[in-house]
């Protein structure tokens, strides 16, 4: 989609949101929330992109470019900075792994580095998901437990049924516009067969680092005065994350919001709630972000002539005909 169609979709579901929602609840909801809460989130928040820092350089010296973890961490605060200035999180990642290649000179290193690094996360957020649902079902009035248990059960054979169909399938035979993300997935997989070792590392970093998100959620929620169990969170918080990764709406910005809520509804869960939860969320990411940008600039300041200009690196990104 268009820049601006994804900025009018945001901007529509949140003025939407605006309309629909009681403002005595997110007032009240809002005033809960200590100031000292939010930011021990933030410092969870840049934590657990610490360890992504650990994660991402992983993947790429997997493919022997020999990254620094200084040069790691100045690359990943780029991306992590670059995901508030550009319409996707798929832009900040295009940085990072810009970066990367100068830094190493192995840009294929870089690239399939970063595509594994997403793989990986998607992965453990699947698995999240399952968890959730298996232990959130007794939460559930007794129909919404049947309709978790036939869906998961459906979602299992779908999965099983369409994953060889995936993988033999030559690329050929796929839609043009889904030949090259088909094509890096796969590389990408069989990367991770190739070498199992550096795939579980990774994958054990992903589930942490996506776990303890969970948990920094449950943890705000709780504190906005929403009580559900804890596997709960594991079920929805991700479904909300995949969902705000869909390329419709600028960065997931009202879509996140809008299916968090939506999830956590039939839980009990007043919407207005679930909507203030995801939107300080937001805050927390939009605080990580500026956080990552300081980190981009303190640590260029050491480097030559690569990184000495970020905005110039944002618009080459940006606008690759103009160099």
Known sequence: MKVWLKVLVSVGLLALLAWV????????????????????????????????VLKWRLFVNAGHAALRVGDAALCY??????????????????????????????????????????????????????????????????????????GLVVGIAALAFALP?????????????????????????????????????????????????????????????????LAVWFLVWPLAKIAGLMPISLGGLAVREATLAALLTPFGVPFALGVVCSLLWQTVLIGGGLIGGLVWLVLSRTRQGTVDRPVAIIHQVTHPEHG
């Open 21 to 52: 929602l009681p403002w005595h609840q997110v007032e009240a909801a809002i005033a809960r929330l200590s100031a000292g809460t939010w930011a021990l989130v933030l410092l969870g928040f840049v934590l657990g992109h610490a360890l992504g």
């Open 165 to 229: 169909f995936v993988l033999r399938r030559p690329i050929r035979r796929w839609p043009r516009k889904l030949r090259r993300p088909v094509g890096r997935t796969l590389v990408a997989l069989r990367r991770l067969v190739r070498d199992p070792a550096h795939g579980l590392q990774g994958l054990g970093l992903s589930l942490t680092i996506q776990g303890s998100f969970v948990l920094l959620n449950a943890w705000m929620g709780r504190g906005l005065g929403i009580d559900v169990p």
């Open 77 to 150: 605060g780029a991306g992590l900075f670059a995901n508030l200035c550009l319409p996707s999180i798929v832009g900040g990642d295009v940085l990072r792994m810009a970066l990367a290649g100068k830094f190493t000179r192995r840009p294929e290193a870089a690239f399939l580095g970063g595509v594994l690094d997403r793989l990986t996360d998607m992965i453990a957020m699947a698995l999240l998901v399952a968890g959730g649902a298996l232990f959130a079902r007794g939460a559930l009035p007794d129909w919404g437990e049947g309709v978790f248990t036939v």
